[in-house]
């Protein structure tokens, strides 16, 4: 925001804000040797540079973007859901390295370093926020604790190579500024920390140092589905339990609130899904999970005729939703290849859609659309004590950067938070 000449504030353009911040990030005076490089200045990167330069060591964050910790904006629609107080390695996708590198209290060690940054924090069920309930306040104060360690933070500079030396590591980036040089700096001790979209050439940093990983694959985001009648109601939001089955075993199911798209699910509850989800595999949605069959059965065939009246549910269900499944009911419609028999009257077929209604997933949508993406380095070349890579001294690694992804609820951020720590910490000791 800038002002006109009336004191009121007017909006600058996003071409005008990026501008700056690229004027801002080339006066930033980058050295040719430190004692320890991070690239990627998103929530693991911020926090393992604090914890490198808090102890003593010179440290430079290298981040591409025009900015650090962006991705933390988008967090908890804008809140940031920077942990959670049932934090536990069950929900995680390698609960036993994750269990390895948290310790004894992980939850202890994340609320310890945010007291530090002067920052205090509120609790939704078992999320928790800033005081603020604002992600800039979460970002702001980790850049200010950064600047306070004597971190030089150079954004605006993407890593393109790295390779190994008799004192540790060279470090090749690009300029996204001006003519886009290409410069070295040299380090001790090597920090990856990038995740996300900018994956695609930083982990080609980590190949060529001889590192392993999996494929990037969207994770924490909506579920596609063949073609359905519901999906129809475009935008309409239910309160259902959902259950995942692959190849007629159940293997996932959890309640809560469910975005209906023309492409798919959508919302919380789908985003964990999509951890489990395999192209294929049977949605089913209880659109009534507080109700039991028997209750189910007084609204809507209460002497068991075989029928029902017409708005016989729009007083549990969105009526609109309502009357979709009430054409559906009639034709008798089933989903194919569902594994189901044909409803023999109208009104069972209405309560089966009303408690287990169908859908086909095609799989994840995105990488555009994943508050996550699954895979990255194979965490079994890591130390658990230091995250340290055990054939490569000297060179670590830090959240997304890893193949780790967790639930929603601040499970992923907590994850960032706490390898960076140790991380960050670690490599000073090189």
Same mark, same amino acid.
Not at 91 to 95: E, S
Not at 255 to 263: A, D, I, T
Not at 286 to 296: G, V
Not at 305 to 311: L, P, R, T, Y
């Given at each position: 925001?800038?002002?006109? %000449?009336?004191?009121r &504030?007017?909006?600058?353009?996003?071409?005008?804000? &990026?501008?700056r911040?690229l004027q801002a990030?080339?006066?930033v005076?980058?050295?040719?040797?430190?004692? #320890?490089?991070v690239?990627?200045?998103?929530?693991?990167?911020?926090?393992?540079? !604090?914890c490198?330069?808090?102890?003593g060591?010179?440290v430079? @964050?290298l981040? $591409? +973007?025009?900015?650090?910790?962006?991705?933390?904006?988008?967090t908890?629609?804008?809140?940031?859901?920077? $942990?959670?107080?049932?934090?536990?390695?069950k929900?995680?996708?390698?609960?036993a390295?994750?269990?390895?590198? *948290?310790?004894?209290?992980?939850?202890? /060690?994340?609320?310890?370093f945010?007291?530090?940054?002067?920052?205090?924090w509120?609790?939704?069920e078992?999320? @928790?926020?800033?005081?603020?309930?604002r992600?800039?306040?979460?970002?702001?104060?980790?850049?200010? &604790?950064?600047?306070s360690?004597? #971190?030089t933070?150079?954004?605006?500079r993407?890593?393109?190579?790295?390779? =190994?030396t008799?004192?540790?590591?060279?470090?090749?980036?690009?300029?996204?500024?001006?003519g886009?040089?290409? &410069?070295?700096?040299?380090?001790?001790?090597? #920090? !990856?920390s990038?995740g996300?979209?900018?994956?695609?050439h930083d982990?080609?940093?980590?190949?060529?140092?001889?590192?392993?990983?999996?494929?990037a694959?969207?994770? @924490?985001?909506?579920?596609?589905?063949?073609?359905?009648?519901?999906?129809?109601?475009?935008?309409? =939001?239910l309160h259902?339990r959902?259950?995942?089955?692959?190849?007629?075993?159940?293997?996932?199911?959890e309640?809560?609130?469910?975005?209906?798209?023309?492409?798919g699910?959508?919302?919380?509850?789908?985003f964990?899904m999509s951890?489990?989800v395999?192209p294929?595999?049977l949605?089913e949605l209880?659109?009534?999970?507080?109700?039991?069959?028997?209750?189910?059965q007084q609204? #809507?065939d209460?002497f068991?005729?075989? $029928? *029902?009246?017409?708005?016989?549910?729009?007083?549990v269900? /969105?009526?609109?939703?309502?009357?979709?499944?009430?054409?559906?009911?009639?034709?008798?419609w089933?989903?194919e /290849?569902a594994?189901?028999?044909?409803?023999? $009257? /109208?009104?069972?077929?209405?309560?089966?859609?009303?408690?287990?209604?169908?859908l086909?997933?095609? %799989?994840?949508t995105?990488h555009?659309?994943a508050?996550? @993406?699954?895979?990255?380095?194979?965490?079994?070349? *890591?130390?658990t004590?230091?995250?340290?890579c055990?054939?490569?001294p000297?060179? *670590?690694?830090?959240?997304e950067?890893?193949d780790?992804?967790?639930?929603c609820?601040?499970?992923?951020? +907590?994850?960032?938070?706490?390898?960076?720590?140790v991380?960050g910490?670690?490599?000073?000791?090189r």
């Open positions: 925001m800038s002002q006109d %000449g009336t004191g &504030r007017r909006r600058v353009s996003r071409a005008k804000l &990026r501008e911040r990030a080339a006066v005076d980058v050295a040719t040797s430190y004692d #320890v490089v690239v990627g200045g998103g929530a693991s990167g911020l926090v393992a540079a !604090i490198a330069g808090e102890k060591a010179n430079l @964050l981040e $591409s +973007s025009p900015e650090c910790g962006r991705p933390i904006l988008a908890g629609n804008g809140r940031c859901n920077f $942990s959670n107080v049932g934090l536990a390695p929900y995680y996708n390698d609960p390295f994750v269990q390895a590198v *948290f310790g004894d209290d992980p939850l202890g /060690d994340i609320l310890a945010f007291r530090q940054c002067n920052m205090r509120c609790l939704e078992e999320r @928790l926020y800033p005081l603020s309930r992600a800039t306040s979460v970002r702001n104060v980790l850049l200010r &604790r950064a600047a360690a004597g #971190v933070i150079a954004c605006a993407s890593v393109v190579g790295a390779s =190994r008799d004192g540790g590591f060279a470090i090749t980036y690009r300029e996204e500024f001006a886009g040089a290409e &410069r070295a700096v040299q380090a001790r001790s090597l #920090v !990856i990038t996300g979209t900018q994956r695609t982990f080609d940093v980590a190949g060529s140092l001889g590192l392993e990983s999996n494929p694959q969207p994770v @924490l985001c909506p579920v596609g589905c063949e073609p359905n009648p519901i999906l129809e109601l475009d935008g309409r =939001r259902v959902a259950q995942l089955t692959h190849t007629a075993f159940p293997v996932w199911s309640r809560g609130e469910v975005l209906l798209r023309n492409y699910l959508s919302g919380i509850v789908v964990n951890r489990q395999v294929g595999d949605v209880d659109l009534l999970p507080d109700l039991t069959k028997s209750e189910l609204m #809507v209460p068991a005729h075989g $029928s *029902f009246e017409e708005g016989c549910l729009d007083g269900l /969105d009526p609109d939703i309502a009357s979709v499944l009430e054409g559906l009911a009639r034709s008798r089933t989903l /290849d594994g189901r028999d044909k409803p023999a $009257s /109208d009104s069972e077929s209405l309560m089966a859609l009303a408690k287990s209604y169908p086909r997933a095609t %799989g994840t995105g555009e659309q508050q996550v @993406l699954r895979g990255g380095l194979r965490t079994n070349q *890591f130390s004590k230091t995250l340290e055990t054939s490569v000297g060179l *670590f690694a830090t959240g950067a890893l780790v992804d967790g639930e609820g601040g499970f992923n951020l +907590s994850w960032a938070w706490k390898s960076g720590m991380a910490a670690a490599a000073v000791t």
